[in-house]
């Protein structure tokens, strides 16, 4: 089991950047592939961005490639999503998921087994 937390969310202006932190607990976080989802205000859980298990494979959804950049540090048991060029559409909690199953990347919320609480990042126009 893995105990997920994220932060680094806020406010900012559109074109500004954040950088997400999610910090798992135990010894196990490079087992996991990884991912990041969001939640905007009345809508559904979306995927954001994910990686494997030694960071050398990445999947991103469409409207945010070339923007974010998902990477981990697994010395330091920890999950990041770099966003850059931020949009107001882009305002929504954000959560970071783990994902037992390491045979591909996935990017439904129901593969994913661990989640954090959540942070609120708000993009402001």
């Known amino acids: 089991q893995v105990q997920l937390v994220e932060s680094g969310g806020g406010l900012v202006q559109a074109g500004g950047s954040l950088r997400l932190s999610c910090a798992a607990s135990g010894r196990t976080f490079s087992s996991y592939n990884m991912g990041w989802f969001r939640q905007p205000p009345g809508k559904e859980r979306e995927f954001v961005a994910a990686?494997?298990?030694?960071?050398?494979?990445?999947y991103y959804t469409n409207s945010v490639k070339g923007r974010f950049t998902i990477s981990r540090d697994n010395a330091e048991n920890t999950l990041y999503l770099q966003m850059n060029s931020l949009k107001p559409e882009d305002t929504a909690v954000y959560y970071c998921?783990?994902?037992?199953?390491?045979?591909?990347?996935?990017?439904?919320?129901?593969?994913?087994?661990?989640w954090g609480q959540g942070t609120q990042v708000t993009v402001s126009s």
């Open positions: 998921a783990a994902n037992r199953n390491v045979l591909t990347i996935a990017s439904k919320p129901d593969s994913y087994d661990y």
């Open positions: 990686i494997n298990r030694s960071g050398s494979s990445t």
